[in-house]
């Protein structure tokens, strides 16, 4: 887990390292693959994501998601999260070739989704990445807590849970 920074070192080079460290006898590009085949079988969404989501859509909301990784990887995830069917757009990192925090990506996607920067929120737990990159693209950053990452050096709206986000919505759009 050290190894991996949360997702944010690739696991071709966590498995070259653990088979050099340990001295393994195991090939590294097949471990990968069965990480990438076999990961979105034990995906577990944060608790409360069906419940916002459908709540979202109930309400007509455009969605989507903006992720860093590997298209094949990401899209087997949201798949295996069975959330795929909520989203108006998907915009992952490889297949469009930018990566947050760079503004482009949440440019490009309010671009195809039709909307403006200051009708849009965007929830996500990187206070670089994805909350203050969404800031600076003009949309409204919300940050789902994670102790991991240490809290934010700017004060902007945080929450616990994603069922926060019903009361969030609620107070906005009176």
């Not at 076999?38 to 069906?50: A, E, K, W």
């Not at 007509?60 to 990401?74: A, D, V």
């Not at 992952?92 to 930018?98: A, F, H, Q, T």
Request: proline residues 3%; charged residues 30%; aromatic residues 12%.
């Amino acid at each position: 887990m050290e190894l991996d920074l949360k997702g944010y070192v690739w696991k071709d080079k966590v498995y070259q390292t653990l088979i050099n460290e340990f001295n393994l006898d195991l090939n590294w590009d097949e471990l990968l693959e069965d990480y990438i085949q076999s990961f979105q079988y034990h995906c577990i969404g944060f608790p409360g994501l069906i419940e916002v989501l459908d709540y979202l859509k109930g309400k007509q909301m455009k969605l989507g998601i903006i992720t860093n990784g590997f298209g094949r990887f990401q899209m087997n995830n949201i798949k295996g999260l069975d959330i795929d069917h909520y989203f108006d757009g998907i915009f992952i990192s490889e297949i469009e070739g930018l990566r947050k925090p760079d503004i482009k990506i949440f440019n490009r996607a309010l671009d195809r989704l039709g909307l403006e920067p200051q009708e849009s929120i965007f929830i996500g737990d990187h206070p670089v990445n994805d909350v203050d990159a969404s800031i600076h693209a003009g949309m409204r950053g919300i940050w789902k807590e994670d102790d991991y990452f240490g809290k934010p050096s700017t004060d902007y709206m945080s929450i616990k849970d994603l069922v926060e986000i019903k009361s969030i919505i609620e107070r906005i759009s009176k």
